[in-house]
């Protein structure tokens, strides 16, 4: 048994974007068991431009006996597709690069894989002379087919699960953005209304109150050296009608700031609260961006999975496939849906 060779060579390329292109080429360089080294198809869109040739999937034996390859012969047999034994795909998102240099090693081996089972094990012609098999024999072909069988139902179901758990991966994926989106439209509005607009507010509301309650202390100094009589905070001291008005005047500053002492604690309790919701959202934008990172792997590894699913789905079909075959081969009248 001899091993296909593949290369792989994994580049990146720099756009003039400034952003990067995460490219994977697989070559193959040694065909080993398989007929011919071209196991890549590729649907031919546009025979004048080769630039828009589409790779569709790995090659199965039938398509490794069947499909011309090359594109000249394929387009010569007005052929849609072709093989080759070259592959370069690209990607936007090193994470899903990084999951499909996998990817698509896995769906090389199933497609070798496939290529072995079906020259070693099922290909070819014999004469038979009948009747022939025993019984048992029947038996146990009846009975290959049905494991081949239960193991695509369980692919056909794994590959569900995984369809709907990259569903849920991408949705969870945005909804973090989403939220994430949230966070920083917060976090702006409190950096700019708390640490600069109210900061600023509150630090020259509490200087002119204490310039005030300076002022205050030197006015009534004043008014005992002017008018001889000691400031009181209510009625009268019997001066003159200019003093009684000046007197009156400074009881009014003095209830003013008193009234302003009074309400002073809603401006700390508001600073208290500004501030605590600053930090708030400050530390709920931080750790939402850990959310999204996790969540973009988590849909990456999914989008891996689902690939990886619907090779072990095709794997199965193929064997499947040819557990039947082998039955129909030694019982034609065999009901598939009996099993």
């Given at each position: 048994m001899?091993?296909t060779?593949?290369q792989f060579?994994r580049?990146t390329?720099a756009?003039p ?5 995460y490219q ?6 040694d ?5 011919h080294a ?5 649907q031919?869109?546009d025979e004048l431009d ?7 999937r790995l ?8 499909i ?8 010569a047999?007005?052929?849609?597709f072709?093989?080759?034994s ?9 994470n899903t690069?990084?999951?499909a ?7 090389i081996d199933n497609s070798v ?9 099922f290909?070819?012609s014999d ?11 029947e ?9 081949a ?6 692919a056909d179901v794994d ?8 569903t ?17 439209r ?6 700019q209304?708390?640490v600069?607009?109210w900061?600023n507010y509150?630090l020259?509301?509490?200087?002119f109150?204490?310039n005030?309650?300076?002022r ?9 050296q002017?008018t001889g009589y ?8 019997g001066g003159t009608?200019?003093?009684?008005a000046?007197?009156y005047?400074l ?8 009234a302003r002492t009074?309400a002073a ?14 930090l ?7 750790s939402?961006?850990g ?6 792997v988590?849909?990456?590894n999914?989008?891996?999975?689902k690939k ?5 789905l095709a ?11 082998a039955?129909?081969a030694?019982?034609?009248d065999?009901?598939?849906s009996?099993?």
């Amino acid at each position: 048994m001899l091993d296909t060779r593949v290369q792989f060579d994994r580049t990146t390329i720099a756009l003039p974007d400034g952003t990067n292109v995460y490219q994977i080429d697989a070559a193959v360089i040694d065909k080993g068991d398989l007929p011919h080294a071209n196991i890549f198809v590729y649907q031919i869109l546009d025979e004048l431009d080769t630039t828009r040739d589409t790779f569709v999937r790995l090659g199965n034996p039938y398509d490794l006996e069947n499909i011309d390859t090359t594109r000249a012969v394929a387009i010569a047999d007005d052929q849609e597709f072709f093989l080759a034994s070259t592959l370069q795909v690209r990607y936007t998102d090193l994470n899903t690069a990084v999951q499909a240099k996998d990817a698509v090693r896995s769906r090389i081996d199933n497609s070798v894989n496939a290529w072995r089972t079906y020259s070693v094990d099922f290909s070819g012609s014999d004469t038979v002379n009948h009747p022939t098999a025993e019984a048992t024999y029947e038996q146990q072909l009846k009975d290959d087919y049905e494991t081949a069988k239960d193991a695509r139902v369980a692919a056909d179901v794994d590959l569900a699960a995984a369809d709907l758990a990259l569903t849920l991966a991408q949705d969870a994926a945005q909804d973090a953005v989403t939220l994430g989106d949230v966070y920083k439209r917060d976090l702006d509005f409190t950096s700019q209304s708390y640490v600069i607009y109210w900061a600023n507010y509150f630090l020259a509301e509490n200087t002119f109150f204490t310039n005030m309650t300076d002022r205050f202390g030197e006015f009534t100094d004043d008014f005992l050296q002017v008018t001889g009589y000691n400031y009181v905070s209510t009625g009268t001291v019997g001066g003159t009608p200019a003093e009684e008005a000046w007197l009156y005047h400074l009881q009014t500053m003095e209830a003013n700031l008193k009234a302003r002492t009074l309400a002073a604690y809603n401006g700390t309790s508001l600073d208290a609260a500004f501030l605590a919701f600053h930090l708030s959202v400050g530390g709920y934008y931080t750790s939402q961006q850990g959310v999204i990172a996790t969540a973009n792997v988590t849909a990456a590894n999914a989008v891996t999975a689902k690939k990886e699913a619907e090779a072990s789905l095709a794997s199965a079909q193929l064997a499947e496939d040819a557990a039947l075959a082998a039955v129909l081969a030694v019982c034609p009248d065999f009901d598939p849906s009996s099993v």
